[in-house]
């Protein structure tokens, strides 16, 4: 399974940064692993960017660039003149889309190669990454639903909204198990209680004991990463557009074409919501009756509620669930003193600097 794959790859790193006593970003390595296990899904395509030498990737590079302009324009003034006169941001913002477009055509195109070689020779294509998926489907005078604009916009849209989320969520918690060690012991308990003593297996090992079923039963770790979610929600802030005329709950009115913006970020550090320890760390607040309890969606914004939900909300808690387990198993964190955490100006809460730690084995 693609997830276990990246984390095993993962942990070797680590494991040879423990080994040399290295400082290690722990924020670029999870963004490698995040991207490498969405291109595989998505394109079908190993991207490499996990391999020990961490080579420079400049999808990636294009796709952070990206998302530091998207976020200068929704605050500047006058971005439709820049744009046209092409200065300042809005001349990296066009570099950084032809860059992103020209990987993804190319990749198209490779693929269509690919299939068109499997019909002439009558075999079936039989890969199930989503790009492969989305070229499949055929209208019924038997032309291609998606044209290759569609296709580029699919597949990108996955890669924008499972990258960056799933990896700031492990930053997040790494940062926040630093500052909370009783709660990796805790996670490590529970580890311990659903896996069995660990003790002398490998980490290939560990991961083969890992199954969805296994990750499933981690509530203490689920309720850690929903904590993590809540003080740190990977989409800070979002925005709609009214269609037509609303009311909302509190009787303030809304016109048809009125933008609206909620902001998951404040409303998970609300005390109203969450109570005067709103601001502390603290899965145990997921639990009733000693039983993990969800909480409805429209408190707990962090994946958007109604009926444009996140759609990779099950695999994004697979994969932080998985690659987390492995993690606090195997490994211990320490945050590098004077490394101070910033908040990155983006679409998502990403750390300016990373997260810098030292890492040692358990
Ligand atoms: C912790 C991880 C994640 C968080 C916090 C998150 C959060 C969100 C949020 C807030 C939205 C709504 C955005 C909007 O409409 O304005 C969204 C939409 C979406 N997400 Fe996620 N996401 C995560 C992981 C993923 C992953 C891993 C995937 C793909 C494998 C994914 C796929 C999508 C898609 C396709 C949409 C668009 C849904 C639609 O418009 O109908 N997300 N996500």
């Known amino acids: 399974m693609i997830f276990k794959k990246n984390a095993i790859k993962l942990a070797d790193i680590l494991d040879s940064a423990a080994k040399s006593e290295r400082e290690v970003e722990i924020q670029d390595l999870f963004m490698r692993t995040t991207l490498d296990s969405i291109c595989e899904l998505g394109f079908g395509l190993d991207l490499g960017s996990l391999s020990p030498s961490l080579p420079e990737v400049p999808f990636a590079n294009a ?17 439709r003149t820049r744009r046209a006169l092409r200065l300042g941001y809005e001349k ?5 889309i032809t860059e992103l477009d020209d990987f993804t055509y190319k990749v198209i195109q490779q693929r269509k190669k690919v299939i068109e070689e499997a019909n002439k020779n009558n075999e079936e294509n039989t890969r199930e990454d989503l790009l492969s998926r989305f070229m499949n489907f055929k209208g019924q005078d ?3 639903t998606y044209k290759d604009k569609d296709l580029r916009d699919s597949i990108l849209n996955f890669v924008i909204a499972g990258r960056d989320t799933t990896a700031i ?3 997040w918690l790494v940062y926040l198990l630093c500052n909370n060690p009783h709660v990796a012991d805790k996670i490590s308990a529970e580890l311990k209680s659903v896996l069995g003593d660990t003790k ?27 904590e993590c979610l809540r003080l740190y929600p990977p989409v800070p802030r979002d925005g709609k557009v009214a269609l037509k005329d609303d009311v909302l709950l509190d009787g303030t009115k809304v016109k048809a074409g009125d933008r609206l913006v909620y902001v998951p970020y404040s409303m998970g550090r609300m005390e109203f919501l969450w109570g005067k320890d709103a601001l502390m760390f603290k899965p145990e607040r997921w639990f009733k009756d000693n039983k993990f309890q969800s909480e409805s969606p429209y408190k707990f914004t962090a994946f958007q509620a109604g009926p444009r939900t996140c759609l ?8 932080i669930k998985t690659t987390a387990a492995v993690l606090i198993r195997f490994f211990q964190f320490r945050l590098l003193p004077n490394h101070r955490v910033y908040y990155r100006l983006g679409m998502v809460l990403q750390m300016i600097n990373g997260i810098k730690v030292f890492v040692s084995r358990c």
Not at 64 to 79: K, N, Q, T
Not at 202 to 223: D, G, M
Not at 312 to 319: F, I, R, T, V, W
């Open 142 to 144: 038997g032309e291609d």
């Open 63 to 79: 796709f952070d660039r990206l998302s530091e302009a998207i976020a200068h324009r929704s605050l500047g003034l006058f971005w």
């Open 312 to 319: 990779g909300k099950d695999s994004a808690y697979l994969q």
């Open 200 to 226: 002398d297996v490998s980490i290939r090992e560990f991961c083969e004991l890992l199954t969805p079923e296994c990750v499933n039963e981690l509530h203490y770790l689920h309720a850690s990463v929903n």
């Open 169 to 171: 969520t492990l930053s």
């Open 92 to 96: 990296e913002l066009q570099k950084c």
